[in-house]
């Protein structure tokens, strides 16, 4: 996901800017932790860094999947990070409500709720979100986060701490090889 949306709904970054792969799952106790750190990277970099959620939603969260989808829906309404920020702030909630919170969330932030409710029900983003999966799990993500910039894969799931200071390395050498 760009600032404004998730990758199925960004337009490519130029070739000039280093991309930031969040692989993240809504309903993740660590993806909420490693809201921190995005913002930081957001903050520190501005747009010399695109930030592109990808959706991974695990199995033993049963609404993960809804939640990904939701995400997809709040990108297509212009509002994709806001959304995910709101969602990952309240994983209890979500862990109880389900569907209907994910679109009372949507109603929260001024998106249209009912369309909401009807992207849920009629799965418009499903194959969004199972090429996401898949490719994560092409590419050796097994759990979230896991970030992914340049050839490099950071898994966050076990442990976050340096993490953000890794990354911020990474983009330094990649932006300084750019300006060369």
Not at 13 to 24: F, Q, Y
Not at 122 to 137: F, N, P
Not at 157 to 177: F, S, T
Request: hydrophobic share 40%; charged share 30%.
């Amino acid at each position: 996901m760009s600032d404004s949306s998730p990758a199925s709904a960004d337009t490519p970054a130029p070739a000039s800017v280093p991309v930031l792969e969040v692989w993240c799952e809504l309903q993740c106790p660590d993806c909420r932790t490693a809201l921190d750190d995005v913002r930081a990277l957001r903050a520190r970099y501005g747009d010399r860094l695109e930030l592109r959620l990808r959706h991974f939603p695990l199995e033993r969260h049963k609404h993960s999947f809804a939640a990904a989808q939701a995400a997809e829906e709040a990108a297509e309404q212009g509002q994709g990070w806001p959304y995910v920020e709101a969602v990952l702030g309240r994983v209890e909630e979500l862990d109880r409500g389900g569907e209907p919170f994910l679109v009372e969330v949507a109603g929260e932030l001024g998106l249209d709720a009912e369309e909401f409710d009807t992207a849920l029900i009629d799965g418009r983003h499903i194959l969004i979100v199972d090429a996401d999966q898949a490719e994560g799990k092409a590419i050796g993500v097994t759990g979230t986060p896991t970030y992914v910039i340049g050839d490099k894969r950071l898994d966050g799931g076990k442990n976050q701490e340096g993490l953000r200071e890794r990354i911020e390395e990474i983009v330094d050498r990649l932006l300084a090889g750019q300006d060369a």
